[in-house]
């Protein structure tokens, strides 16, 4: 048996517990210690090939699904209508892919590992242009200053601000979505079956973060520009 994160679904057993699988009487004689567990949630065990057949025995039941394809979309809920009355599930090509996206996603560690990867992404693009930004205006302060001992007003200000991080925003997005399209496009040339899609969702998802990052970064630089006031830059 493999002790990672799924060994206590099976109440931490050691060796030379006995098993009951399928009729057949299976004893633990190892334990080995890995440094990550499977994606699947399900505990892992190995035995010989010769074991696995006995315990595992093939089913009945051999195939996993019909393919159908109806004369007309207007039939599609029909036929549903009429599995369903067999007992089985009937689902549409569309269907079928979110059901296996959804398994992936929730009921495997998958979905978590991109969730974590994108808030880790999300804070330290944050973090990056957030402190950028903030040493640009210390580093100008005497310019703000001046622009305002001549007459810009406040707002003025915050608008060049606005539109400077708006743009750099803008510009890495778009540098990002290109860099990623080619990356994907050499990768399924290059791997057989290569499998990644970039949807409209996600383009939408990832512009949405970038305004958010751009918005509080332009947040903090625009709390020191709005108190700078002439007189003591010149006084300086």
């Not at 990052?213 to 007189?231: L, M, N, Q, T």
Request: proline share 3%; charged share 15%; hydrophobic share 45%.
């Amino acid at each position: 048996m493999v002790k990672d994160e799924e060994f206590s679904k099976l109440e931490n057993p050691g060796i030379g517990t006995t098993f009951e699988i399928n009729d057949h009487r299976g004893v633990v004689v190892g334990i080995a210690k890995v440094t990550s567990s499977t994606l699947f949630g399900i505990p892992t065990l190995y035995t010989t090939f010769t074991r696995a057949i006995e315990y595992i025995p093939s089913t009945r039941f051999t195939i996993a699904y019909i393919l159908v394809e109806p004369k007309n979309d207007k039939d599609i809920p029909y036929i549903k209508a009429q599995v369903a009355k067999a007992g089985y599930l009937a689902l549409t090509n569309s269907e079928f892919q979110k059901m296996i996206a959804d398994y992936y996603k929730y009921q495997t560690g998958i979905g978590t590992n991109i969730l974590i990867m994108t808030l880790i992404s999300f804070l330290v693009g944050l973090s990056i242009c957030g402190q950028t930004f903030y040493t640009f205006v210390l580093e100008n302060l005497e310019k703000f200053g001046a622009l305002k001992a001549i007459g810009a007003k406040g707002s003025e200000l915050v608008y060049m601000i606005l539109f400077q991080t708006l743009f750099t925003g803008l510009t890495g997005y778009g540098l990002g979505i290109g860099l990623c399209s080619l990356l994907v496009a050499v990768a399924k040339s290059k791997v057989p079956n290569y499998a990644a899609d970039i949807t409209y969702l996600n383009l939408g998802m990832a512009f949405i973060m970038v305004l958010i990052i751009s918005g509080v970064s332009s947040f903090i630089a625009v709390r020191k520009v709005i108190k700078i006031e002439p007189f003591d830059i010149f006084r300086g």
